[in-house]
Structures are given as C-alpha cells and as structure tokens.
C-alpha cells in the first residue's frame, strides 16, 4: 500500500501538496504490468515504437517545463518533508 507524504515548500517550511510513496508491492504489481505490456509492445513496429518515444519525451518535457515554471514562480526548490 502506498504511503502520502506531504510535499513541503523549502522557502516557507509549510505544506503546498502531497504525493505519494510507492511500496514494495506496487512496485511488484508495475513490474508485472510492463512483463504483460511487452507482449504486445514486442510486436510493434519500429516506426510505432519510435512514435510511441517521441509521444512520451513529449509528455515527459511537458511536465519538467511546468515543474520548473512553478518552482521558479516559487522561487523555491520543493521536496517531500524527510528528503
């Protein structure tokens, strides 16, 4: 079971969010979730594949452009309390 962690703003040591601690068993159960996902990601091709990484990379960029506008806004780095 997943744990919450309150996510803290360095700057003002108060709670701005929470997020969530990932536990033994629910790395277990994403472990066997990408064995079942390779069935049928091992027949793609690899223009699919390669659309598929772009998609992703995009995704990914996405979300770091956000985090660092917002940590920026902030001016402040944000971790989990106990990191």
């Known amino acids: 079971m997943s744990r919450i962690r309150e996510v803290i703003d ?7 969010g929470t997020m969530a601690i990932g536990s033994a068993a629910d790395a277990q159960k994403a472990i066997a979730a ?3 996902a390779f069935v049928s990601f ?7 594949r390669l659309a598929l990484l772009k998609r992703t990379l995009a995704i990914l960029n996405e979300a770091a452009t956000a985090a660092t506008m ?3 806004r902030r001016n402040s780095v944000v971790a989990p309390d106990g990191w």
């Open 10 to 16: 360095l700057s003002t040591e108060q709670p701005i």
């Open 34 to 36: 990408a064995r079942n």
């Open 42 to 48: 091992s027949q793609t091709t690899k223009e699919e």
């Open 70 to 72: 917002i940590s920026v």
